[in-house]
């Protein structure tokens, strides 16, 4: 039984990261935008749906809407100072944004539930959505569900946005600036809207993270996980949706496996985790220079 | 606290991250990307230092030295290993490039040296007391080393020829390369220059403070504002830039904002409202997100978006 519940702990986590990584891709892939922060809306998504749900008592759904309003407004405003920028710029901008959002919630501890102060410490015991109807030997299954269910509404919507002309534009921009420009569009608009609905999508994966782990901490945001995040679509292949859940898969497969391996090899915890880690930025780097339009490779359309 | 010693203190970190954003932005001059790696390169040369300083009880500017020309070396390898099949390619797949290389970097140094904190042989410093400051004679050493290594910078840059081929290469590669410029060779010296510059950034940082795996990419986001508020590409830039955010970081958290809101007294009481030290990052964060509003090209360099 044990491994069949932490199969669909993977799978929850899997889905968690598959829409993580579809709203990068939509901003990254299919907009062009470098955005190395993305950490920075999933980190808000989580705080704003624990604090709705904890201390304004209100429904899961709604701290999840929350989740996804906050981080939509957080990414607007990042994309005020850098929508006119190069690609440099965004990546280091949202690089620090990413750090600020997790040192606001290390040093602040006045986002506490009654006596207990947030900060370094976390905030412990998040509710569960429908926990008191659901009998607890299949709750895992049902959460997973729940999660594929948010998974599959993020895919559809943002889908239809590439597929639709928004997508088409989007991806005029990410080419080349002066064609959708000599055609009349806001370029600039266009980053901050793509930049607001990838970020808005993120904070709903926070938000269904933190109800399923009942607990959060600023260290769940640490800049690795953008990082992570952009090896799987890198490795799925940009651009596209399929592609980006494909290697949410196989990353997400590599990573959590690999943390067993100490119990079959004589090696430290420690210097696993590094090997680990050393062998995730060895796959980004391999990819791009030999697979550099990943697994599946985005469908080039003529209109 | 003192003024002097806010002035002092500002210098010291200026000469510090100064290296760094000097050597991130020789790099991104030649080479046209932001290299996230770059701050490992400061980590793994305070690393390589400290083993050959406690370990194999080198002297500290021998191990120094040694540690410099190491990296220097490591990454022209990595260069002819990496980044030269990716000549040419777009920004965003440079980057990418540099950040999983940072990572696998970091963590390299992490799984040899470990995890624990560390600090090199040079003995217990005890401050000294000049003008009304204390400074360590490390401190001043830092100083020094800093300012002499940017008068060599800027002669490397303006009195010799690679110099003059450098700027040629950035301004334009293929009429450099059509002028006898053998510009590979230029790449794999400002390669070089930055990597070294960096290593000798970080083991000033170690001198200061201590070591450890994260110390290069924990000041990844100042040597990046720095670089910024300079003009990406501008080695002077980065100069004053590192001045200017010493000094923001020193004068923003040892100022008492109540005194400031409050009009010193005048009206309302409010004393010992101070920037809590949990945010210096926000510092360097909040001059980039002003410098890219007011003026993105950097204080020093051209206007053009």
């Known amino acids: 039984m044990g491994v069949l519940y932490f199969f669909v702990y993977l799978m929850i986590m899997a889905n968690v990261y598959g829409i ?10 299919v907009g062009g935008m470098s955005n190395f922060g993305h950490v920075a809306f999933f980190c808000i998504g989580a705080y704003t749906s624990t604090l709705l749900v904890m201390l304004c008592h209100v429904h899961f759904l709604v701290g999840i809407l929350g989740a996804f309003i906050a981080s939509g407004l957080f990414a607007f405003l ?27 919630f290390l040093n602040e501890s006045w986002i506490s539930t009654g006596h207990y102060s947030g900060g370094p410490f976390g905030i412990r015991g998040i509710p569960r959505p429908w926990e008191s109807i659901i009998p607890g030997n299949i709750y895992p299954f049902f959460y997973l569900f729940l999660t594929l269910l948010f998974l599959g509404l993020t895919y559809f919507i943002l889908q239809r946005l590439i597929n639709g002309p928004f997508g088409r534009v989007l991806k005029a921009i990410r080419e080349d600036d002066d064609l959708p420009l000599s055609l009349g569009k806001n370029i600039h608009e266009f980053r901050v809207k793509t930049m607001v609905i990838g970020g808005a999508f993120a904070g709903i994966a926070g938000g269904l993270l933190v109800h399923y782990t009942t607990y959060v901490d600023p260290f769940f945001f640490m800049p690795m996980e953008t990082f992570i995040v952009w090896a799987m679509i890198m490795v799925g292949g940009i651009g596209n949706n399929r592609g980006a859940l494909i290697g949410t898969l196989i990353i997400q497969l590599l990573y959590y496996s690999t943390r067993f391996l100490k119990d079959y090899l004589p090696i430290e915890a420690q210097l696993l985790a590094s090997l680990r880690m050393i062998s995730i930025g060895i796959l980004i780097v391999v990819v791009m220079l030999f697979l550099q339009e990943g697994l599946v490779k985005e469908k080039k359309r003529l209109y | 606290m003192l003024f ?17 954003a000097i050597g991130l932005t020789v790099t991104y ?82 799984a040899i040296w470990g995890a624990r904190i560390k600090g090199y042989a040079i003995g217990l410093q005890n401050p000294v007391e000049l003008i009304g400051v204390r400074i360590t004679p490390v401190q001043i050493f830092i100083i020094l080393t800093s300012v002499i290594s940017m008068v060599i910078i800027h ?57 450890t795996p994260r110390m290069g990419f924990s000041v990844m986001i100042p040597v990046f504002a720095i670089s910024i508020l300079g003009g990406l590409g501008n080695p002077y830039g980065a100069m004053v830039g590192a001045l200017i955010l010493g000094l923001t970081e020193n004068i923003g958290l040892y100022t008492d904002l109540g005194k400031i809101l409050t009009l010193n007294g005048l009206i309302g009481n409010l004393t010992g409202l101070y920037i809590p030290t949990g945010y210096k990052l926000a510092i360097s964060f909040i001059i980039m997100i002003v410098v890219l509003l007011w003026r993105p090209s950097g204080i020093m360099g051209k206007r053009e978006r």
């Not at chain 1, 929508?83 to 959002?101: H, N, Q, S």
């Not at chain 2, 806010?6 to 760094?20: D, F, H, K, Q, T």
């Not at chain 2, 701050?39 to 083993?51: D, H, P, Q, R, S």
């Not at chain 2, 390369?177 to 170690?206: D, K, N, P, Y």
Request: with cysteine; glycine share 10%.
């Open chain 1, 20 to 29: 993580l990584s579809l709203s990068l891709n939509f901003q990254a892939g």
């Open chain 1, 78 to 104: 990042i994309s005020i100072p850098t929508r006119r920028l190069k690609a440099d710029y965004w990546a280091i901008t949202t690089l620090g944004a990413g750090e600020i959002v997790r040192l606001f």
């Open chain 2, 4 to 20: 002097q010693q806010i002035v002092i203190n500002a210098l010291i970190r200026a000469s510090e991250l100064g290296l760094l």
């Open chain 2, 29 to 110: 001059d030649i080479l046209k990307f932001a290299n996230f790696a770059h701050v490992e390169f400061a980590c793994i040369g305070a690393f390589l230092a400290y083993t050959m300083n406690v370990t194999l009880g080198m002297n500290i500017i021998l191990a120094g030295l040694v540690a410099i020309l190491v990296v220097g070396v490591l990454s022209i390898f990595i260069d002819r290993l990496v980044f030269i099949r990716l000549r040419g390619a777009s920004s965003i797949a440079l980057m990418v490039t540099s950040l999983g290389l940072g990572i696998a970097l970091r963590n390299g140094v992490r």
């Open chain 2, 155 to 211: 002669l490397i840059l303006k009195r010799t020829k690679l110099g003059k081929a450098m700027r040629a290469t950035s301004a334009n590669p293929a009429l450099a390369q059509a002028c006898g410029i053998h510009t590979e060779r230029i790449v794999r010296w400002v390669w070089f220059m930055g990597a070294s510059l960096a290593a000798l950034g970080g083991i000033m940082i170690g001198l200061d403070t201590h070591l």
